[in-house]
């Protein structure tokens, strides 16, 4: 049986504000098959970002169990927990956090070096990532000389050039106008779809939710379907 790409059980997250406690997430379970898209489609507060930042193992739960490929986190080193992030999820998050010094081509290339691959291999698969989304023409350029939309996909390449087994989304169209959104949207999709991973989404856009495969929503801190 295949092992699936992210399993969340009874995730409970709380942040202490001054003398109460705020529980963010009270016994979250998730579970994301490889190859499937998952919109996470919640109001602003209810606790997306908390929840993509646990999977994505950037924030260590108050209690409750995260499992990617087969492993739980919780069990591992650090330096496995590094290397699980680094190499097995990619993160997309509204603003491109681009580095400015770079180029688009670079910033697809660093995490790749990173990971220690060679300057030329990272190079060329950064440039059939540019091809593929249609921005090749914009390679040599910072970020600050792209335009939003632009900017997202650099971004989005940049989080699938490991060959990550899943991605993680933080309303990564938020910050676009909505056709440039469903255009990027589109490249998000085709890549993922093409490149088999698993997608967990948070976004605001009912429209770009409808297209995946299933719709989860928060409710009082637990993962529940979402109805359409
Ligand atoms: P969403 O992404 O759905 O808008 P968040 O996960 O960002 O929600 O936040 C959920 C709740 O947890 C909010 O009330 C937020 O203020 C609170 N919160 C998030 N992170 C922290 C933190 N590090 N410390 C304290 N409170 C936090
Ligand atoms: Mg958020």
Redo the contacts with the bound molecule.
């Keep these: 049986m295949t092992n699936p790409a992210l399993q969340l059980r009874a995730v409970a997250q709380e ?3 001054g003398d109460s406690v ?1 529980q ?1 997430l009270k016994g979250a379970s998730l579970t994301l098959m490889p190859g499937e898209m998952v919109a996470l489609v ?10 993509l ?1 646990i999977a994505g193992l950037l924030e260590k739960p108050t209690s409750g169990e995260v499992i990617l490929g087969g492993r739980e986190a919780s069990a591992l080193s650090d330096d496995e927990r590094t290397a699980l992030r680094r190499n097995d999820i990619g993160f997309v998050y509204q603003f491109h956090h681009l580095l400015p010094e770079f180029s688009a081509r670079e910033n697809i290339m660093l995490p790749q070096l990173i990971a220690g691959l060679p300057r030329d291999e990272a190079g060329s698969r950064a440039d059939d990532m540019l091809d593929y989304l249609r921005i090749a023409h914009r390679a040599e350029h910072r970020p600050a000389e792209l335009s939003g939309g632009e900017q997202q996909r650099v971004a989005i390449a940049r989080a699938v050039a490991n060959a990550p087994r899943l991605l993680l989304a ?1 309303e990564p169209t938020g910050n676009l106008d909505p056709q440039t959104a469903s255009y990027v949207f589109e490249a998000l999709e085709a890549l993922v779809r093409q490149s088999g991973l698993s997608a967990l989404i ?1 976004t605001h856009n009912l429209e770009l939710a409808a297209r995946m495969d299933r719709q989860v929503t ?1 409710r009082d801190g637990q993962v529940v379907p979402r109805e359409a």
């Design positions: 942040y202490g504000q705020l963010v919640a109001p602003s507060g209810t606790g997306k970002s908390t929840l930042q933080d948070a928060l």
